[in-house]
């Protein structure tokens, strides 16, 4: 039987993979239904320091298996690893994966949350966290028909390198995790006094309706109901997305991300298709035409094989514009892979 720390290093590898990547429909429907039921996991931050900053992804775990072998050898290489890693949570338990990343390391204060939709066998998972390290391994009781544990001590406890005139307390690293037969929630929370236990809470009880989530902010719903429904679905809040706007060179495309509430991705596996969209207030929304203007400029260097403008539009009462694009798989995947997982919420301080 694979160790606690085994089934815990699954957990994170199907966190990274939901950084890898079925547009459809007409323009009068982009939208029309509102967010995803899944977003319901998606709580709001629980740690103090930069709350406002957060990402949230999705990913139809479902559909990359069926469409497995349209995948470059290095996707389906990653998703056997961290199958080979889960322990008794096999991938093909999981039907869907959502996460929100949110807050700054560099600050010491910043929070993951995974959870898995899907069937899962709740009696193995128990017994696979109490077989190693026991003691370890607090039984927290249950809460809204979940079954929730903590780790104790911290994975990592006193992280100095976290320190500094932001966070002169050195933060620990703890985690939390919920099981149902029907989804597993995991909480990761670097904070000198919030536990990963906290996260868990948080998102348990936004899914039942009890708290408020990041969706219940209009901008994110409006992204998430525009990309949401494809294979992989991603949105930044607006505090991220005016800091992605200070890392970019060129001027038009910096100006349109100030000008936005919001930004998010949504790729669908299936026809190989991105959706980029930006979220504004009505009086504040981009041109759709310059938005294709700015994407065509962005891909023009990369010749016959780059990504295609298709079509651009206007969604959500005129507080959405999107722009469809072709692009292949292989270059989304490459994409992923050159990405820091750390970068979208702040490096570490040295």
């Known amino acids: 039987m694979p160790s606690r720390r085994t089934f815990l290093a699954g957990l994170a590898s199907a966190g990274v993979a939901t950084t890898a990547g079925c547009v459809g429909g007409l323009d009068r429907l982009v939208g029309g239904g509102g967010p995803p039921a899944y977003t319901d996991w998606l709580h709001r931050p629980v740690t103090a320091t930069a ?10 775990v479902a559909a990359v ?23 008794s949570v096999s991938l093909a338990d999981v039907d869907r994966l959502t996460a929100l990343g949110y807050g700054a390391p560099d ?5 993951l949350t995974l959870a ?31 079954q929730r544990y903590s780790y104790e001590p911290s ?50 009880d936004t899914h039942t309706g009890a708290e408020t989530g990041v969706t219940d902010d209009r901008a994110m719903a409006d992204l998430f109901a525009t990309v949401g429904d494809r294979t992989l679905a991603v949105g930044l809040s607006t505090a991220l997305t005016r800091d992605l706007a200070t890392q970019v060179d060129d001027a038009a ?12 991705f949504g790729y ?12 504004a207030d009505p009086t504040d929304l981009a041109d759709p035409e310059r938005v294709r203007t700015i994407l065509e400029d962005a891909t023009d260097d990369e010749g016959e094989d780059g990504p295609t403008v298709e079509r651009v539009g206007v969604a959500r009462s005129g507080r959405v514009v ?14 992923g892979e050159n990405v820091t997982v750390t970068d979208p919420l702040g490096t570490p301080a040295g």
Do not use: C
Not at 68 to 86: C, G, K, M, N, V
Not at 188 to 201: H, K, N, Q, Y
Not at 271 to 278: G, K, P
């Open 268 to 279: 669908a596996l299936a026809d190989e298709t991105l959706r980029v969209a930006l979220a």
């Open 155 to 204: 994975l990592f406890a006193d992280l100095r390198q976290f320190q500094g005139d932001e966070q002169p307390t050195p933060p620990d690293l703890t985690f939390g995790l919920a099981a149902s037969d029907a989804a597993l929630v995991a909480g990761l929370v670097l904070s000198p006094d919030v536990r990963g236990l906290a996260a868990v809470r948080a998102a348990v």
């Open 322 to 335: 999107y722009a469809d694009l072709a692009v292949p798989v292989a270059r989304v995947v490459d994409a």
């Open 253 to 264: 495309t910096r100006s349109l991300l100030d000008d936005a509430d919001g930004l998010g």
């Open 65 to 87: 298996r069926a469409n497995r072998e349209t995948l470059p050898d290095s996707a389906r290489d990653a998703l056997d690893r961290a199958d080979r890693l889960a322990g």
């Open 107 to 111: 600050a010491g204060s910043a929070g």
């Open 116 to 146: 898995a939709k899907g069937t899962f066998d709740t009696a193995a998972i128990r017994a696979e966290i109490g077989a190693d390290d026991s003691s370890l391994v607090v039984d927290e009781g249950t809460r809204e028909g979940f």
């Open 51 to 60: 709350p406002d900053r957060y990402v949230a992804a999705s990913l139809d």
